[in-house]
């Protein structure tokens, strides 16, 4: 069945750290791949996305995600983050279905100060 | 930065109670969506919506449930006889044009409570 896998539930971790969540598909063919963000009472929030040419995008806020296809994967990345990167990460996909976005479980971030 | 917005934030109903969620979907845009998330799960999607019409439903989105564009502005979600099981919050979704590369905007989402 097609899925979207997010490999952590919650990351805790301190400022300044480095973070990086994982996340796997497991769509055949094209896909078109996006993270969200929803910090603590507000909406989801577009980090970024891939759907063609260089496999490794930058975002807002200083995220990036590199796309390897031959592992399905999509994996989140910050260099070094800051107490407001506290919020839920959704990585999602859409497989050529026309708006349909598959999302993942999320991964709770909270940085400590 | 333009936003989608949903009204209410919060519904609480009896169940077989019919209720609608409504969505102001950003101006331009022309394509419309419509996901769940049950607390604690995956948020799912339920409908798209383009010129008046359904583009694509999901295996949740069944006879209970029937979306419109009542006016230029809004769009909404009609569950018409609501069972426990669709406590959820609904998020809405808009996108500027179709296909699968496109982001779509959510809205802040309604917090559905069927008591």
């Known amino acids: 069945a097609q899925s979207v896998s997010q490999h952590n539930h919650h990351v805790i971790l301190s400022e300044a750290a480095s973070l990086e969540l994982g996340c796997n598909y497991s769509?055949?063919?094209?896909?078109?791949l996006f993270w969200y963000v929803q910090y603590p009472g507000q909406h989801l929030q577009l980090l970024l996305k891939y759907f063609s040419g260089d496999p490794l995008v930058k975002g807002i806020k200083g995220f990036e995600a590199e796309f390897i296809k031959s592992k399905f994967s999509f994996n989140l990345r910050k260099p070094s983050v800051q107490w407001s990167d506290t919020a839920e990460y959704f990585c999602?996909?859409?497989?050529?279905?026309?708006?349909?976005?598959?999302f993942g479980a999320g991964t709770q971030v909270v940085v400590t100060p | 930065e333009p936003e989608v917005t949903q009204t209410p934030s919060h519904q609480v109903t009896q169940m077989g109670q019919e209720v609608i969620l409504r969505c102001v979907p950003i101006s331009n845009h022309l394509y419309f969506y419509w996901y769940r998330q049950i607390l604690g799960q995956k948020v799912e999607f339920l409908v798209s919506?383009?010129?008046?019409?359904?583009?694509?439903k999901s295996e949740i989105f069944d006879d209970q449930f029937s979306v419109e564009r009542p006016d230029g502005s809004n769009f909404t979600l009609k569950i018409r006889s609501t069972k426990l099981e669709d406590s959820a919050m609904y998020f809405c979704?808009?996108?500027?044009?179709?296909?699968?590369?496109?982001?779509?905007?959510f809205g802040d989402g309604t917090r559905l409570s069927i008591l």
């Open positions: 979704a808009s996108s500027q044009s179709g296909g699968s590369n496109q982001p779509q905007h």
């Open positions: 919506f383009y010129n008046n019409e359904i583009s694509e």
């Open positions: 769509y055949g063919g094209t896909v078109n």
């Open positions: 999602a996909v859409n497989a050529g279905s026309w708006g349909k976005l598959q």
